[in-house]
């Protein structure tokens, strides 16, 4: 009997992980833009590719929360404003870790840059628009950020 209670917890348990991690987690880019108009990317520290900063939105915290704390861990920038929806970008393998569905938000900056998590992000730098750099980006970044430069609204 014990043992037929032990595995009907157990299916039980397996069920309800299952559920939990079988949904996208929400997260978030922030495409920060410096009063002088340069866009801050970070230099992210597991694959050494540029970035928008940006991550997972915490429980019982809502996005535009999440863009003011990620702004501020990876950049120590503060937000003054979000300017505009850039797009939802959830395709199954823009992340290489997991499943997410990030929302990509414009954002007006301002303070110091400084590394404030340094177990993520090795640099911070702003660019203009016509020294952004030319290699490809982490995750699906490049294409955030050329949907950005482009105007467009993307749902993707």
């Keep these: 009997m014990a043992i037929q209670s032990t595995r009907s917890i157990w299916r039980f348990g397996?069920?309800?992980?299952?559920?939990?991690?079988?949904?996208?987690i929400p997260g978030t880019s922030i495409i920060p833009i410096l009063p002088d108009g340069r866009i801050v990317l970070i230099r992210r520290r597991d694959n050494g590719r540029w970035a928008l900063p940006g991550g997972m939105v915490d429980w019982g915290e809502d996005v535009p929360n999440a863009v003011r704390r990620e702004l501020m861990e990876e950049t120590g920038l503060d937000l003054i404003r979000i300017r505009r929806l850039v797009g939802v970008y959830s395709a199954p393998d823009r992340d290489p870790r997991i499943h997410s569905i990030c929302i990509v938000v414009?954002?007006?900056?301002?303070?110091?840059?400084?590394?404030?998590?340094?177990?993520?992000?090795m640099e911070i730098q702003a660019f203009s628009l016509d020294s952004l750099p030319p290699e490809q980006m982490s995750h699906d970044h490049s294409r955030q950020l050329e949907d950005y430069l482009k105007g467009l609204t993307t749902l993707a």
């Design 106 to 121: 414009e954002a007006e900056v301002q303070g110091k840059m400084q590394v404030q998590d340094d177990l993520e992000v």
């Design 14 to 24: 397996q069920t309800v992980l299952g559920i939990i991690f079988r949904h996208p």
